[in-house]
Structure formats: C-alpha cells, structure tokens
C-alpha cells in the first residue's frame, strides 16, 4: 500500500476520529442509560429499573402515535417506492425520452426545497381544496417528500447494472414485463428495499411535516415525543427514545444483510 493512501501514517487522525465519535455518540449513551434510572429525574441516578419501558409501553397515547406513524409511513414507503421505481425505470431505460434532466429535477424538488416550504405549500393546497382527512394528508405529504430518497438508491442500481442480462431475455423472445419481473427486478432489488427503506425510517422522523398537518386522531410519534419534551424530560422519554434506537438499528440491519446478499448473488 502506498504511503500517501495509509490513513494511518496522518498523525492526529486516530484521535481526531475518536473525539468524533465520541461526539457523535456519547449523547446516545446518556439517553440509553438514564433510560434504566429509577428516578423520575432525568440527572439524577438512583438505581437501576425497567419501570420506564413498563410505562412506555402501558402509554395507551403513546401506542397510538406509535401506530399512526407505523401505518402512515408504510403506506408513504408503498406509494413512493413504486413512484420512484416507475420514474427510475422511465428516465434510466427509457429510449427518446425528453427533458430526461428537467425530468429528474422535478423528481428529486422536494430534497432541495426546505422541508418548511413544502408543509406550507401541501397545507395551503389541502385548505384550498377543502381536503380535511388529516390521516390522509399525512400519507400524502409523507409519500411526496419521501419520493426522491426512494428513487436515488434505485436510479444508481439501475445506472450501475449491464443490459446484457435484459438483451439476452428479449434474444429469448419474453415481453417486457416478463424481462422486468424476472431479470430487472430481482437484480435491482437491493436497490429498491435500501430505498424503500430510506422512505420508511424519513417518514417515521418526519416532525415539520407531521406538526404542521397534525389534527386529531393523526398524531406521529415526533410530534407526540415534542410534546412530552415541552412537559419536561423524564425517563419514560429516554425509555421510548431507546425503543427507537433499537428498531432503527434492526432495520438498518436487516437493510444492509439484504443488500450484501443481493451484491453477493449478483457477482456470482
């Protein structure tokens, strides 16, 4: 290996990397470990005790914000993942497509407008238009702004793949949707769960969004976590805060496992 290349030869870099995740992570840990405090107050240590998962989970509120952004950010992962995979396929294999650069800038908009700009404008149309079902202006917005994060990871699978596979299978004479259901999608499908996945775990932290189309009977569980915040930090709040942790951890997980099988069946 040569010299300029070995990371390690930077003098400083061990350190630096170390502060860094300790910066990165320690706040974590703090939220992880007072989560077992026996005591109400947050700061103050006086024993170990599940109690606060206990109540976490007992929160009959809590369960139902729980379920809301569940269900909420799957309906947004269903509907954006099979938008982003249509426009994925159009402007990467489609032939004489027009405005292809116009195109994928209107389909990645909402990753450069601010997420603000976006609530307002999906709260002024909805109030326009008189549309007052709060659940489903929720699955609205969430699959709007969720779109181009499920599209990314899916348009490079697509860029990133050879179209020998796809021309053999026509040489075969199979149709185009037999070409897509048997040799496309199972060799991009690591790129569209990684997608897939991405607009789940956007739509589960979505807050602006959610805050501002909030009414009742459709609260997430952001705004449902801002609120307890604004009542005051207790170890019930680190509890649920810790129970997210670990689900975002599985998912990622479970992501990472199925792309690198996905990678190791493709290289075979």
Request: with cysteine; hydrophobic share 55%; aromatic share 12%.
């Amino acid at each position: 290996m040569s010299h300029r290349t070995d990371v390690r030869r930077y003098r400083g870099l061990s350190g630096f990397a170390v502060v860094f995740f300790l910066w990165l992570y320690l706040p974590i840990a703090v939220v992880i470990f007072y989560s077992f405090n026996e005591n109400r107050l947050v700061s103050v240590w006086t024993g170990f005790s599940l109690k606060w998962y206990a109540a976490a989970l007992d929160n009959q509120n809590l369960m139902n914000a729980v379920r809301t952004s569940l269900e909420i950010a799957a309906i947004a992962t269903v509907f954006a993942t099979t938008i982003a995979l249509m426009a994925a396929l159009v402007l990467v294999r489609g032939k004489g497509v027009r405005f292809r650069r116009v195109s994928e800038t209107i389909v990645n908009l909402p990753l450069v407008l601010p997420e603000i700009v976006l609530s307002v404008a999906v709260l002024i149309l909805f109030s326009q238009i008189g549309f007052a079902n709060g659940f489903a202006k929720l699955a609205i917005a969430h699959t709007t702004f969720c779109t181009p994060f499920a599209f990314l990871p899916i348009r490079a699978r697509l860029q990133g793949m050879e179209m020998d596979f796809e021309e053999a299978s026509a040489d075969l004479y199979a149709n185009k949707w037999t070409t897509f259901r048997r040799v496309t999608l199972p060799l991009i499908a690591p790129g569209v769960f990684a997608g897939a996945m991405l607009a789940f775990v956007i739509s589960m932290d979505d807050f602006i969004t959610s805050n501002m189309l909030n009414t009742g009977g459709a609260t997430t569980l952001p705004v449902y976590i801002f609120g307890l915040i604004k009542q005051g930090t207790t170890p019930e709040l680190n509890a649920i805060s810790t129970l997210i942790i670990l689900v975002s951890l599985a998912v990622a997980a479970l992501a990472l496992f199925i792309q690198g099988r996905g990678g190791s069946m493709t290289d075979t």
